[in-house]
């Protein structure tokens, strides 16, 4: 034996059978069967089906345990673990710049990727920044903000009126959810009355 690789120690499974050092469980087996018991005991019993007794609510008082397989048990919790981080979505702040004197073409280009963003749930913080002598013409900056926070008004609202710090001034838009308009419904004839004909243009004379 290598003394500089000593052997590998077993790792120790917690909260599983041996590992539980709760003295009394309340023990949860395959066929709906509850009861509280010595843990030594619902231990010996998931063993003689074959299953392991694994603790799930450590906390609860007595905690409780549940007899199965510890194989699919991970498999279980890491299916779980992976749904929920594909499903969690982090928010980002887009930042997208202008100057006071941007044009209609660059304008629209940047609303466009701002409306994605917004769309895609994110934040988006507009811009303006100010260069040399611009800076005595904030308010084209301010106007211009808020012309962009109104166009998104649709996809976004503005976390408040823009705000100058140094040579910037900007804006930041949160997302809001669309309101989808409820169908109309069709008018229904009212209760005994006739069905309106339509006219038939081979009986109208010409």
Not at 16 to 32: C, K, L, S
Not at 100 to 127: M, S, W
Not at 135 to 157: E, S
């Amino acid at each position: 034996m290598n003394p500089r690789f000593p052997p590998r120690r077993p790792r120790i499974r917690e909260n599983v059978n041996e590992a539980i050092r709760a003295r009394e469980v309340r023990a949860v087996f395959p066929d709906g069967s509850v009861e509280v018991m010595p843990t030594p005991a619902a231990i010996r019993r998931a063993q003689e089906l074959g299953l392991d007794l694994i603790l799930i609510a450590p906390t609860a008082e007595p905690p409780v345990a549940k007899a199965m397989d510890y194989g699919q048990w991970q498999y279980e919790n890491k299916k779980k673990q992976h749904e929920a981080k594909r499903k969690q979505h982090i928010i980002q702040v887009k930042e997208l710049k202008f100057r006071p004197n941007t044009d209609d073409h660059d304008y629209d280009f940047k609303k466009n990727h701002a409306i994605r963003f917004l769309q895609e749930g994110n934040r988006v913080k507009a811009v303006v920044q100010f260069r040399g002598r611009e800076i005595a013409h904030t308010d084209l900056g301010r106007k211009l903000l808020i012309r962009f926070a109104g166009d998104l008004a649709q996809y976004g609202a503005a976390e408040g009126m823009p705000r100058q710090e140094g040579r910037n001034a900007h804006v930041i838009i949160s997302p809001v959810k669309a309101v989808v308009p409820a169908p109309k419904e069709k008018s229904k004839p009212e209760p005994g009355s006739a069905p309106v004909a339509k006219p038939n243009p081979e009986n109208n004379p010409s």
